[in-house]
């Protein structure tokens, strides 16, 4: 039976695989083509359940996937863009929590108002992946992208918190709200506290103990874990401590890991997040059809009906809030107008419209407990999944396949000049480099040929690049230099690769000399094609 299952879940994760290749030649963000795979999966009879303790969910899924979040933030744009992500991921959070909660109380016949304020706080926060995935190859200034991934980063607590809240008001039939509030706080400065303490050891280990590339990949690995489930046990937000210490990891990272760690790890973390992300759209899918057949007194139809009203309201409730969020300040403070530029009314439509649900709300419905205290199913449990399920559908699926026609009809000007700071960066390192040459090598310089065409070659890279920002168009350098000579050394690469397949064929040297030679090219090509 174990074997059977492992089988099916091996040969879906293989669809999935499949799914995102095809996501990548349509140019058509991943996560929209996973939740159609959900379904699609939940349709094909015959296809076994598979039963998924509740209590597990969170420790298994969301742990890796915050981190990850955090580790790809930047401290200085989240700080620097804290009001903005403050007001999404706490205002709107309990806003769309307390709208969804009302609407589903008054169109769902006994359906509770804790179990409205738990339906919110389980589709409430919008998810990173879609959004970034559908912008990652559309231009749009780079202040919306930062409050999206910094949004989705911080919203995920405060919708679990909300998620936590209404449980127990579930379980106990008791909700105070001075008392809520004193726990909101302390669970969220408790839940940081923790982060940072383990953020702090973890960063000793990897400064100042004996580490290899491999045990820091592993220790990177863990530590999501142990900040969740340590704050979990002192009853505080585990998502908090892990993003807590998922950004303050990232942004002490240059110090503590070397060239050979950043290439290990980021390659196993892109696998992780690609595998759970495919995994809880096909364990949803698998279980599909149980929760239909559970719905009990609520028809398809209307269930149906239910989830679809329910992401207009989140959807309209995102575009009624972010107008207001961002006009109101700036009205009241002149601070603000003088400091931050006015964002504009496309780019403010924009966030209101990358709302999408993902993977969170996911896990967040799939840990919903299957029983009450005194034994009892818990109230309404499938008709909660089933709804989530049906807001992910419809937000990934409108929003996101329409977002990148919007963006382009909006015509959004980007005033951000990515490549005159590549250009910037480049210049600086290279007269850097050059400087070191000079004042520690100068005699080597003169004397031996290899250190002298090692400076000519910086020399060179300095001239260039300051041409290219000065806007100076030599003979030597016309407008299209950089594409073509960087398509050049990709070729290069391609044509010794086909001579180290001539030299395996032939059998002429060693496979372990060949295989370094292979990974120095790998090496080559990534920098080339980054």
């Known amino acids: 039976m174990l074997q059977d299952n492992l089988l099916v879940i091996i040969s879906l994760l293989f669809a999935v695989s499949m799914l995102a290749m095809l996501s990548q030649k ?86 509770s108002l804790a179990l409205g304020f738990l339906l919110g706080g389980i589709i409430s926060p919008p998810d990173a992946v879609a959004a970034t995935s559908v912008l990652q190859n559309l231009k749009m200034p780079k202040r919306v992208v930062t409050v999206l991934e910094g949004e989705s980063l911080v919203n995920d607590a405060s919708s679990l918190i909300v998620f936590r809240f209404a449980l127990a008001t579930i379980f106990t039939g008791k909700f105070l709200l001075w008392k809520a509030g004193v726990d909101f706080a302390i669970v969220v400065s408790l839940g940081i506290a923790i982060g940072l303490l383990i953020g702090h050891i973890i960063y000793a280990i990897h400064r100042w103990l004996p580490t290899t ?18 704050a979990e046990h002192f ?32 390659s196993v973390w892109n696998v992780i997040v690609f595998l759970l992300n495919g995994v809880v759209f096909i364990l949803i899918g698998l279980q599909l059809p149980g929760i239909v057949r559970g719905l009990g007194e609520y028809s398809l139809t209307s269930s149906i009906l239910y989830g679809v009203v329910i992401s207009l309201v989140t959807i309209l409730i995102r575009i ?42 996911l896990a967040s419905a799939l840990a919903i407990p299957l029983m009450l205290t005194d034994g009892t199913a818990f109230p309404h449990r499938n008709l909660i999944l089933f709804i989530t399920f049906v807001v992910i559908l419809f937000t990934l699926v409108l929003q996101g396949l329409s ?56 020399e060179r890279m300095v001239e260039i ?66």
Not at 213 to 230: F, G, K, Q, R
């Open 235 to 266: 009853h505080a937000s585990g998502v908090l401590a892990v993003v807590s210490g998922g950004l303050f990891v990232s942004y002490r990272a240059p110090e503590i890991f070397t060239y050979g760690t950043r290439l290990q790890s980021q």
């Open 320 to 361: 009624a809030w972010v107008f207001p969020g961002a006009y109101l300040p700036r009205m009241c403070s002149k601070k603000i107008r003088t400091r931050e530029a006015n964002p504009g009314v496309k780019t403010i439509f924009i966030v209101g419209w990358a709302g999408m649900r993902g993977v969170v709300s």
């Open 213 to 230: 590339s491999s045990i820091d990949t592993v220790i990177t690995l863990l530590s999501p874990y142990l900040m969740y489930i340590a």
């Open 465 to 530: 690049t300051g041409k290219r920002l000065e806007k100076e168009e030599g003979e030597d350098m016309p407008p299209d230099f950089l594409p073509r000579y960087r398509r050049l050394l990709l070729e290069l690469v391609k044509v010794q690769r086909q001579e180290l397949a001539t030299m395996r064929r032939d059998n002429e040297y060693s496979d372990e000399l060949l295989r370094n030679k292979e990974f120095e090219l790998d090496l080559e090509e990534a920098r080339f094609r980054r």
């Open 403 to 458: 977002l990148p026609f919007i963006i382009r009809k909006l015509d959004i000007v980007v005033k951000e000049n990515e490549e005159e700071q590549r250009l910037a960066i480049r210049l600086r390192l290279a007269t850097a480099a050059l400087e070191y040459i000079t004042t520690s090598y100068g005699q080597e310089a003169e004397a031996i040929d290899a250190f002298n065409r090692l400076k000519a070659r910086y």
């Open 26 to 111: 349509l140019h058509i963000s991943y996560p929209i083509f996973l939740v159609i795979a959900g379904l699609i999966i939940s349709l094909i009879p015959g296809i076994p359940r598979i039963a998924l303790d509740p209590d597990i969910v969170f420790v298994i899924f969301l742990p890796p996937l915050l981190y990850a979040s955090a580790w790809y933030t930047s401290w200085h744009d989240f700080w620097k863009n804290r009001r903005p992500i403050s007001m999404l991921a706490f205002g709107l959070v309990i806003f769309t929590s307390c709208a969804v909660a009302i609407v589903s109380n008054l169109m769902i016949p006994n359906f």
